[in-house]
């Protein structure tokens, strides 16, 4: 396909009609993305909140187990000089 028969195509193209857009075709977008701003919003609100969470349950862990703290000796030393 040329250049001079594209933009033929591209003239009987643009020549036709236009589709009808339905009538509640925009209040519906604006519900549709209503929905997904409202949705998008709570699943953020709610894995913020499961990080806090995670954050205050291993805060409360480590203030209870103090991992980076050394064990106490199994074994005590030999007793000399008694």
Same mark, same amino acid.
């Given at each position: 396909?040329?250049?001079? =028969? ?6 009987? &193209? ?13 209040? =519906?977008? *604006?519900?549709?993305?209503?929905? &997904? ?15 806090? !969470?995670?954050? *205050?349950?291993?805060? *409360?862990? !480590?203030?209870? &187990? ?17």
């Amino acid at each position: 396909m040329n250049t001079t =028969e594209r933009d033929r195509v591209v003239r009987r &193209v643009l020549a036709q009609s236009r589709p009808r857009v339905p009538t509640g075709l925009h209040a =519906e977008a *604006v519900r549709r993305g209503n929905r &997904v701003l409202r949705r998008r919003a709570l699943l953020r609100r709610a894995l913020w909140l499961a990080l806090f !969470a995670a954050a *205050v349950a291993f805060t *409360v862990w !480590a203030s209870a &187990v103090r991992p980076w703290a050394q064990p106490p000796s199994q074994t005590t030393p030999p007793v000399r000089g008694w």
